[in-house]
């Protein structure tokens, strides 16, 4: 008989737990009610433990939202603007901020992309009515331009050579190799 009697406490136990009674609040009504605390902590092991869906479903749902929340803000702060004019791009790249744009210039096309003051211009295709060592010499290189904030060289996306001077890399080589052939 004492079993059954058990098993009834295991039960309502049970089903505390699942109404969202903590353990503590269970055995001060099981000691109320006239159980030893002795016999309470027994059961309270003994009894199952049953999940409780909505509370791990509200977990779920708020992991959730963080990580939404966090991926929001990272790509707000890291996000790349892309224009599509140059008062747009000049507009960003004078406050330094992330910007991309590509340019064409009589069937050419370049990259530009600025990030933290430096300018990167690329070149991304070559127009088809360049001689070929045009293409050879300029194709698939870039150069980065470093300034100051608030003061971005708009020749620096007038065209592909003008606005140089204070650039590094393989295209600024390679244009001032094409125009001292010239």
């Known amino acids: 008989m004492v079993q059954d009697g058990e098993e009834m406490v295991r039960e309502w136990i049970a089903s505390a737990r699942t109404s969202g009674m903590n353990d503590e609040n269970i055995k001060r009504e099981m000691i109320n009610g006239g159980y030893t605390a002795e016999v309470v902590d027994r059961l309270l092991l003994e009894s199952p433990r049953e999940k409780n869906p909505r509370k791990y479903m509200i977990y779920l749902i708020g992991a959730i939202a963080l990580i939404v929340i966090v991926a929001v803000i990272i ?108």
């Not at 790249?93 to 430096?118: F, H, P, W």
């Not at 996306?157 to 244009?175: A, P, Q, R, Y």
């Open 75 to 182: 790509l707000l702060l890291s996000g790349v603007k892309k224009c599509t004019t140059d008062e747009c791009f000049i507009a960003a790249a004078n406050k330094c901020q992330s910007v991309t744009m590509d340019r064409s210039i009589e069937g050419s096309i370049y990259g530009l992309s600025e990030k933290n003051c430096v300018l990167t211009k690329s070149m991304k295709q070559i127009s088809a009515t360049e001689p070929s060592g045009i293409a050879t010499l300029l194709g698939s290189k870039s150069m980065v331009c470093p300034y100051n904030k608030g003061s971005f060289d708009k020749n620096l996306i007038g065209t592909v050579s003008m606005g140089m001077e204070n650039c590094t890399g393989d295209l600024k080589n390679s244009l001032e190799e094409l125009i001292d052939s010239v």
